[in-house]
């Protein structure tokens, strides 16, 4: 016997019309989409959730947690049903954004994660605590994309959805263009109060940045495994904020029949989300840095990166160049990807800075990878 989500799936128009163009019964295809539908099936069990955070203490400690404009995520899940587009830095992003929304008696959304965070045990906790989707991100199989969105659409009828719209983390620092596929799913719930939130989150140091700068480009999934042990690896001593930036709704008004429309909605939100990013020191120093400086030449410099900034009205975290220098020195020095010598400045890390000098690149009108 079908489950009702299942057979809510299987009606919905797009999803008969697929199997009907699969042959007469449709049967092969139907046996994929019933198999997908079980693979992205998923439970919140919220008060086993809450109590997730006290297993993860000894990472979230090391994680100062900001939030910003919370109450637009409250007065949204008020006003209808929520989907949130965020950014992606870092594994972290499903534990801190998440906790952020908890803490503040927000509602708690279903998450699309990527399907390589489901195996072993932490599998079990998407699956069945905290109400991940597991997505396959770059399949091309039409009866799993069909799947997914008709899901995500029956989803959005009784939970909001959060999800990043560039699909995997940036490797290379930088905010990337969007993929449309969950937001076209959103259109296709036709949920008569539904909007998308713009969410933005940014790190004075990311976790697992000299991994994910030592690759730039992702070729290859990794096995998760090895990705947490990198992680472990680079926490040792590891503090950092996480702001938190949560934008004005924005409606979904637009016709789903349209690509376009779809691929310059998706171009909105994520210049939405690029506005909301918090400028941290380390980022502004990142941009600032030349191979070797003297100490005041690098404040001049973080003076003028924090000028432009100003014109291009980016959501600032630091108010002077020598503000800059002062908050985004230590925790490069302690990073090991700076260091301090007689008065000068000098790069150890040049793919590192580079990552963090890229994360202002939407806001900034030169390349930061042109200026080391």
């Known amino acids: 016997m079908l489950d009702e989500i299942t ?222 042990a990198e992680m472990v690896r680079y926490a040792v001593g590891y503090r950092s904020r996480a702001f938190v930036t949560f934008g004005k709704p924005i409606p979904l008004d637009i016709d789903a029949s349209s690509r376009r429309d779809v691929l310059d909605f998706a171009h909105t939100v994520m210049d939405a989300i690029g506005r909301l990013y918090k400028v941290l020191p380390t980022a502004v120093l990142a941009n600032a840095m030349r191979p070797s400086i003297a100490v005041r030449e690098l404040e001049s410099r973080a003076d003028a990166v924090l000028d432009a900034l100003r014109s291009k009205g980016a959501n600032l975290g630091v108010a002077s160049g020598a503000e800059a220098i002062e908050a985004g020195l230590q925790p490069f020095e302690a990073r090991g990807i700076l260091v301090v010598e007689r008065g000068r400045v000098r790069v150890r890390q040049r793919n590192v800075l580079r990552y963090y000098a890229r994360t202002l690149d939407h806001l900034l009108a030169s390349p930061s990878s042109r200026t080391h």
């Open 7 to 228: 057979q809510a799936v299987l009606s919905r128009e797009e999803v008969a019309r697929y199997l009907e163009r699969d042959g007469d019964t449709g049967h092969a295809a139907r046996e994929r989409i019933e198999a997908y539908l079980e693979e992205l099936r998923t439970t919140q069990r919220y008060s086993i959730y809450r109590a997730l955070k006290h297993p993860l203490y000894p990472i979230l400690r090391k994680i100062e947690r900001v939030a910003e404009h919370v109450d637009r995520a409250r007065a949204a899940t008020r006003a209808g049903r929520v989907v949130y587009a965020s950014n992606h830095k870092s594994h972290t992003d499903y534990l801190v954004e998440l906790l952020v929304l908890d803490e503040s008696g927000v509602r708690p959304p279903i998450i699309a994660a990527g399907i390589n965070l489901f195996g072993g045990p932490l599998g079990l906790l998407h699956r069945h605590v905290t109400g991940a989707i597991p997505i396959r991100r770059n399949t091309k199989d039409p009866a799993y994309l069909i799947t997914l969105k008709a899901y995500v659409a029956e989803l959005l009828n009784k939970h909001d959805l959060f999800f990043y719209p560039e699909g995997g983390r940036s490797y290379s620092g930088e905010i990337k263009n969007p993929k449309t596929g969950l937001i076209h799913a959103a259109l296709q719930a036709e949920h008569p109060h539904l909007a998308v939130l713009p969410t933005a989150v940014a790190y004075d140091l990311v976790l697992e940045d000299h991994a994910l700068a030592r690759q730039r480009v992702k070729h290859t999934q990794r096995p998760f495994s090895r990705e947490l």
